[in-house]
């Protein structure tokens, strides 16, 4: 079974920046047949998908961060980052790096963030704190 692990979290201050790593071992595919995302989740707040990669390069990104994050990823490390700049206290939350094999972006984005069970593996997260 696959097993992501993320790190990277910290506490930063607004317009700053932070680059989150998730590695992932194991599973039923070789590591480039899964699409690979990240979602968050605030304190209160409903999960949010933000960002996710398939192999070929195809991303989508939920509008919020647009322009700010950057997802990519090494297949040869296992590994998919996100770049996050111009960090806001509202970025404030657990960020998850989350995988689907054989899947668009677009879709991993809705099941990050609808039906968080149907993913082949979610990590733990890592937290990220923006203040003002």
């Known amino acids: 079974q696959l097993q992501l692990v993320e790190s990277g979290g910290d506490s930063v201050q607004a317009g700053g920046s932070l680059t989150l790593s998730c590695i992932g071992s194991?599973?039923?595919?070789?590591?480039?047949?899964?699409?690979m995302g990240w979602f968050r989740q605030a304190q209160g707040k409903e999960r949010e998908g933000v960002a996710a990669?398939?192999?070929?390069?195809?991303?989508t990104y939920a509008d919020s961060v647009k322009g700010r994050f950057t997802i990519s990823r090494d297949n040869a490390k296992n590994a998919v980052y996100l770049q996050m700049n111009s960090l806001k206290p509202e970025d404030t939350a657990m960020y998850y790096c989350?995988?689907?094999?054989?899947?668009?972006?677009?879709?991993?984005?809705?099941?990050?963030?609808?039906?968080?069970?149907?993913?082949?593996?979610w990590g733990e997260g890592t937290l990220v704190t923006v203040s003002s």
């Open positions: 989350a995988a689907e094999a054989d899947v668009g972006p677009d879709t991993l984005m809705a099941t990050m963030t609808y039906r968080r069970n149907a993913l082949n593996a």
């Open positions: 194991g599973g039923k595919y070789t590591y480039s047949r899964y699409c």
């Open positions: 990669l398939r192999s070929d390069g195809t991303t």
